[in-house]
C-alpha cells in the first residue's frame, strides 16, 4: 500500500473536468512530480491533496486513513506556495512559529525549534526581518522553514521556483533536493518545468488536460515516452512522421525521411505497416561516426547553424523532414557550414516509434 | 552628425511626446480644477475669512475687519464644546456600528467568487445608496416613530404598554440608526477592496499550518484588513459628523451637534460670522480625519507594494 494514494479521483468546475480518475500512489519518502502545462490538473491535485477543495468523486487516502472530507488543519500536510505567502503583517519568527501557536506549544520550546528552523534554512539571525525585506531565496527559505517546522508528513510545492531567476533556480533546485533527502519527508512537487522534474524527482507524473498520461522515473519518462505528447513536453525532441516497415516484438524499423531506420516500439501492439512517430533526441545524433564501417542513418543538408556556447545546434534537412541536432563545441568535432553535406548517426536503440 | 548629436537628437524625439502627454494630463483635469475653485476653494476660503469678521446679525458680506472674537466665544462656551464633543462622539459611535455591520457582509463579497452572486450583492448594497437621503429617512420614520412598526410590533407582543412607546427616534439613537444607514455603503465598498486584496494563499497557507477557519481569520484575515477597518471607519467619521440632514430628521433638532448649531446660527439668527466660524471648526475636524484616512490609506498600500 502507498503513503498517500488517489482512487478515482474526479474534480470538476462546473462543467470542466480539471482532473479525472486519477489513480495513483506515492511512496514513503519519495519525492514525486507532478508535470504537465498549465491547466493540466497538477495544481488541483495538490489542492485537493492539502484539503483546499474537495474531489467531485474519488476518495484521497494517507497511511491507509481517508482524508477526504478532513479539513486543512487537520491533514498534517506543509505547503509552500508559488508565491510563498509568507504573512506579511509578521515577522519572520511569527511566521516561522505560526504552526507551533496553532498546536499550543509553549514559548521555550517555539524558541528552540524556531531557531533550528531558521539554522536549517540557513536564515539564522533574520527573525525581525517582515516579508518586504526579504530577497525570493530568502521568502521560499523562510516559507520552507515555516513548514518544515511543524514535521509535517507529506510535504506539497507549488511551482516554489518559477518567482527565482534562473541562477536562483539552480541552486534551490539541489538545496531543496538535499533537505528532502536529508528529512526522508514524502513531497510531492508540482510543476510546469521539465528540466525541474527530471533533476529533482524520484518519479514523474505527467498530466495532461486532467489525466496522467504517464507515470515513471525520470529516465523512464524521458527516454521510453508513451506518447507523442510526453516526448515533445519532456525536452527536445525530433519527432518525424513514419511508417513502421517490420515490428517484432519490442523492436522493429521505421521508414522515416526515405530511409529505414531501427527504432524500438514505445507500444508493444504496434504493426507493420502503421502510421508511427519517429522521435530521435536532439543530443543522439552524432555528425561524425564512431568508427569507420558505422553505416549513417539518414543523409542531408545543414539548413543552419546556431551558436549556443556548450553546442552547436545545427537544422538538418533530411529528405524534406528537419531534424535539430546538438554537437558539443569541442574543437576536434568539424563544424559545418549551411548547405554542407551531412551525415546522420545514432546508435539503433536511440529511436523511438511511437502510435 | 556626430554621435553626441544624434543622441540628443533622438532624446528630444523621444521626450517630446512625454512633454506633451503631461500637458494632456494637466488639460484633462482643468474642468475640474474649475469646478473645484469655483465652488468650492472660493466658498470655504470666504467661509475661513467671514469667521475673521465681527459678528454682525444680517451681514453677510466679507469685510477687512479682522478679529479673533467668533473663536474665543466658540471656546468659552460650554455648550459648543459640548456640542463638538457630542460631534465627535457621534462620529465615533457610527463609525464603530458601522464596522461591526458592515465587515460581515464586506466579508461575504469579497469572498464570492461567482460574478453574478458578487455583482448581485453589491448592487444590494448600492441600491440604498440610489435614492436620497431625505426619502431614505422618512422611511426610516415610519418604522421607527412612535406609532411606527417597531413600537406596534412591540405593543403586539406586549413588550411594552398599549398605551406606551419607546423613543427610538429624535434622540441620540435615531441620529446613529439613521447615520449608520446612510454610511454602510461607504463602509462595506472599502472593505470589500481591502479584503478582496488580501492574497487567498495566506488563509490557505494558515489552514495547512493547522489553524481552524475561525482562527485562520482571527490570525491572518482580520489583522490585515485593518488598512480598511481604519480607513472606512475615518470615512464614516468624517462623513457622519458633518451630516445636517440626519441629524435634523432623525434628531428632530434636539441632538445639538454642530451642523445643527450651524443651521441656527445661520437661518434662524442670521449670524453669519459666528456660524462661519463653527462651520470652519466643523470642517477642520473632519479635514483632520480626512488626512489621517490618506495617511493610513498611503501606508497600507505602500507596505504592500
Not at chain 1, 3 to 29: N, Y
Not at chain 1, 188 to 197: F, G
Not at chain 1, 235 to 243: F, Q, T, Y
Not at chain 2, 260 to 289: D, K, P
Request: aromatic share 8%.
Amino acid at each position: 500500500m502507498s503513503f498517500v494514494e488517489f482512487r478515482g479521483v474526479t474534480k470538476t468546475f462546473g462543467r470542466a473536468p480539471a482532473v479525472e480518475q486519477l489513480d495513483v500512489g506515492i511512496a514513503q519518502g519519495e519525492f514525486f512530480s507532478l508535470l504537465g502545462p498549465s491547466g493540466c490538473g497538477k495544481s488541483t491535485t495538490l489542492r485537493m491533496l492539502a484539503g483546499f477543495i474537495a474531489p467531485s468523486t474519488g476518495s484521497i487516502h494517507v497511511q491507509g486513513r481517508d482524508i477526504t472530507h478532513l479539513p486543512p488543519e487537520k491533514r498534517d500536510i506543509g505547503i509552500v506556495f508559488q508565491n510563498y505567502a509568507i504573512f506579511p503583517h509578521m515577522n519572520v519568527f511569527d511566521n516561522i512559529a505560526f504552526g507551533l501557536v496553532e498546536r499550543g506549544e509553549d514559548a521555550a520550546t517555539i524558541r528552540r525549534k524556531v531557531g533550528a528552523a531558521l539554522e536549517q534554512v540557513g536564515l539564522s539571525g533574520y527573525d525581525e526581518r517582515f516579508e518586504r525585506e526579504l530577497s525570493g531565496g530568502q521568502k521560499q527559505r523562510v516559507a520552507l522553514a515555516r513548514v518544515l517546522v511543524i514535521e509535517p508528513h507529506i510535504l506539497l510545492l507549488d511551482e516554489p521556483l518559477s518567482a527565482l531567476d534562473k541562477k536562483m533556480r539552480e541552486e534551490m533546485k539541489f538545496w531543496i533536493k538535499s533537505i528532502q533527502h536529508s528529512i526522508g519527508i514524502t513531497t510531492i512537487y508540482v510543476t510546469h518545468d521539465q528540466s525541474e522534474a527530471l533533476t529533482m524527482s524520484d518519479r514523474i507524473a505527467v498530466m495532461d488536460r486532467g489525466r496522467v498520461l504517464q507515470i515513471g522515473s525520470p529516465v523512464e519518462i524521458y527516454e521510453q515516452p508513451r506518447s507523442r505528447f510526453i516526448a515533445e513536453f519532456i525536452g527536445e525532441s525530433n519527432l518525424l512522421p513514419g511508417r513502421l516497415a517490420r515490428a517484432d516484438g519490442t523492436t522493429g524499423a521505421v521508414e522515416v525521411a526515405g530511409a529505414q531506420v531501427p527504432a524500438r516500439l514505445a507500444q508493444p501492439g504496434l504493426s507493420t505497416g502503421a502510421e508511427v512517430a519517429f522521435l530521435i533526441r536532439p543530443e543522439q545524433i552524432r555528425l561524425e561516426p564512431w568508427s569507420a564501417d558505422e553505416a549513417p542513418m539518414l543523409t542531408g543538408k545543414v539548413a543552419d547553424e546556431t551558436y549556443q556556447g556548450a553546442l552547436r545546434r545545427y537544422r538538418i534537412d533530411a529528405a524534406g523532414q528537419h531534424l535539430t541536432v546538438e554537437v558539443p563545441n569541442r574543437p576536434e568535432l568539424a563544424q559545418l557550414p549551411p548547405g554542407a553535406d551531412v551525415q546522420l548517426y545514432w546508435r539503433p536503440e536511440s529511436g523511438l516509434a511511437l502510435a | 552628425m556626430t554621435e553626441a548629436t544624434a543622441a540628443r537628437a533622438t532624446g528630444a524625439r523621444l521626450a517630446a511626446p512625454a512633454l506633451s502627454r503631461a500637458r494632456l494630463t494637466w488639460l484633462l483635469v482643468v474642468p475640474l480644477l474649475v469646478f473645484l475653485t469655483v465652488f468650492f476653494v472660493i466658498p470655504v476660503g470666504l467661509l475661513f475669512a467671514t469667521s475673521l469678521n465681527p459678528q454682525t446679525i444680517g451681514q453677510v458680506t466679507v469685510t477687512s475687519d479682522l478679529t479673533l472674537d467668533n473663536y474665543l466665544r466658540f471656546f468659552s462656551r460650554s455648550n459648543y464644546l459640548l456640542a463638538t464633543g457630542r460631534s465627535v462622539a457621534l462620529g465615533a459611535i457610527v463609525a464603530a456600528v458601522t464596522l461591526v455591520v458592515a465587515y460581515p457582509m464586506a466579508f461575504v463579497i469579497a469572498k464570492t467568487a461567482h460574478p453574478g452572486r458578487n455583482t448581485a450583492l453589491l448592487i444590494l448594497v448600492l441600491a440604498a445608496m440610489q435614492l436620497d437621503m431625505v426619502i431614505r429617512l422618512y422611511g426610516m420614520m415610519v418604522i421607527l416613530g412612535d406609532e411606527g412598526l417597531v413600537n406596534q410590533m412591540l405593543r403586539g407582543i406586549g413588550l411594552i404598554g398599549a398605551e406606551s412607546s419607546v423613543q427610538l427616534m429624535y434622540n441620540f439613537l435615531g441620529v446613529v440608526l439613521g447615520l449608520v444607514q446612510f454610511a454602510l455603503p461607504f463602509m462595506i465598498l472599502t472593505l470589500v477592496g481591502v479584503i478582496r486584496g488580501i492574497d487567498p494563499s495566506l488563509e490557505e497557507a494558515a489552514r495547512s499550518l493547522g489553524a481552524s477557519r475561525r482562527r485562520a481569520f482571527f490570525r491572518v484575515t482580520l489583522p490585515m484588513s485593518l488598512p480598511g477597518i481604519l480607513s472606512g471607519s475615518l470615512l464614516v467619521f468624517a462623513l457622519s459628523i458633518s451630516s445636517y440632514i440626519v441629524p435634523a430628521l432623525m434628531g428632530g433638532f434636539r441632538v445639538g451637534v454642530l451642523p445643527i448649531h450651524i443651521f441656527q446660527q445661520v437661518a434662524e439668527g442670521a449670524r453669519f460670522q459666528f456660524g462661519a466660524t463653527i462651520a470652519v471648526i466643523l470642517f477642520l475636524l473632519s479635514a483632520g480625519a480626512v488626512a489621517i484616512y490618506l495617511r493610513v490609506g498611503a501606508r497600507a498600500s505602500g507596505g504592500r507594494a
